[in-house]
């Protein structure tokens, strides 16, 4: 039987189209006509006046960081659920980031958990959109605004899901994005930055490209910057990614909708729980099993055996030697790290390949 991996990009002919546009224009590097198109066509989608594209999602986040001034001593808050990547952004902006537990209704950041770890060190709010589903912005942006503090997302994994009708990015003050290659847009290697503010988006951009600002002042830098930005190659393919990305979408959301109805039922099984106020974007989808860490390497023994590539949900941040341990531990993001499993899910998943992962799931 044939391989299933658990993502892959879909390319197709928009994409090979503007990366041959590019080739033909000689241009690569980061200040081609593709990235610009990019940054326009991004920032519409998620209804903000401004996307910087650059480098990568850990790269965004790191830019941000940076952009808001976070020095040594600075805490940020992020939750226990995500990828190291948050943290690592964190770390190497000088903060220290403060693992908070994430709510089992949406395996978010804990609204409770954030207000209790905030301390006259705390800067700031980094709520990711874990899997798809949105974080509690409304609840977060409140404590964010009683106690002076900026609020981030991370929609790495969360690209056009929506929060009581609002898509991701420009609910707070700024995004991070990620189009790495197992995401819903892809670029291969890429991120950006949402933003409302002109001047947050001015001081990324500028950080992104050596710390020039722009203008004919390219090698007088404003500020000690990184070289960062998004190559031309990337923004070409992205650019063909945003061209479909209704197609995607709805690909997607049809396979989606297979695996709830083949998986709804399944004993031991509990699908990845979604809010009534959000709709979630269709990434990878995830369960828990009820019989824990060993239920769950079962089911991923027996998908490997069938070529059937699954991965587990991420480890509990706190666990990990970049972040300090959390005052009273993280049971909930204990809890899904031992029993979770992400499924195969990209725009190309053939129908019957999806039904042999239910079959696997639902009787090994």
């Known amino acids: ?64 960081l940076l952009a808001l001034e976070v020095c040594p001593g600075d805490e940020v808050i992020v939750p226990a659920l995500t990828y190291v990547a948050v943290a690592n952004a964190v770390r190497h902006a000088g903060g220290t980031p403060v693992v908070v537990d994430v709510d089992p209704t949406t395996w978010c950041l804990s609204p409770d958990g954030a207000r209790a770890a905030i301390t006259p060190r705390t800067v700031g709010i980094l709520a990711v959109h874990a ?49 790495f290659g197992n995401k819903i847009v892809s670029t291969g290697e890429g991120g950006a930055v949402t933003t409302n503010d002109p001047a947050l988006a001015g001081r990324v951009r500028a950080l992104s490209r050596q710390g020039v600002a722009g203008g004919d002042e390219r090698y007088r830098p404003s500020l000690t910057g990184l070289g960062l ?7 070409a393919v992205g650019c ?16 989606w909708r297979r695996y709830e109805g083949g998986l709804r039922d399944a004993t031991g099984v509990e699908l990845q729980p979604v809010s009534g106020c959000v709709t979630v974007a269709p990434w990878l989808f995830s369960v828990t099993f009820d019989d824990g860490r060993a239920r769950r390497d079962a089911v991923r023994r027996q998908l490997a055996d069938d070529g059937i590539e ?9 666990c990990l030697p970049v972040a300090a341990p959390p005052r009273d531990g993280c049971p909930e993001a204990d809890r899904l790290a031992a029993s979770g499993l992400s499924l195969p899910l990209h725009p190309d998943l053939p129908g019957e390949d999806l039904d042999r992962v239910v079959d696997v799931v639902r009787f090994a």
């Open 229 to 235: 930005r998004m190559g031309n190659l990337a923004a």
């Open 131 to 179: 899997y798809g589903h949105p974080a509690d912005i409304g609840a977060l942006a409140g404590i964010a605004a009683r106690h002076r503090l900026w609020l981030l997302e991370d929609g790495a994994e969360a690209h056009l899901a929506t929060y009581h009708g609002v898509v991701v990015g420009g609910l707070a003050d700024a995004a991070g994005f990620s189009f």
């Open 310 to 318: 699954s991965r587990p949900l991420f480890p509990n941040l706190a």
């Open 1 to 64: 039987m044939s391989r299933v991996p658990l993502a892959r990009p879909s390319i197709a002919d928009r994409e090979r189209h503007y990366v041959q546009e590019a080739l033909d224009g000689s241009w690569l590097s980061g200040h081609g006509p593709h990235v610009e198109r990019f940054e326009w066509a991004w920032a519409a989608r998620c209804g903000t006046l401004h996307a910087v594209a650059v480098a990568s999602g850990t790269a965004a986040l790191h830019l941000l």
């Open 240 to 255: 063909g990614q945003l061209d479909r990305l209704d197609d995607l979408l709805d690909r997607r959301r049809v396979l």
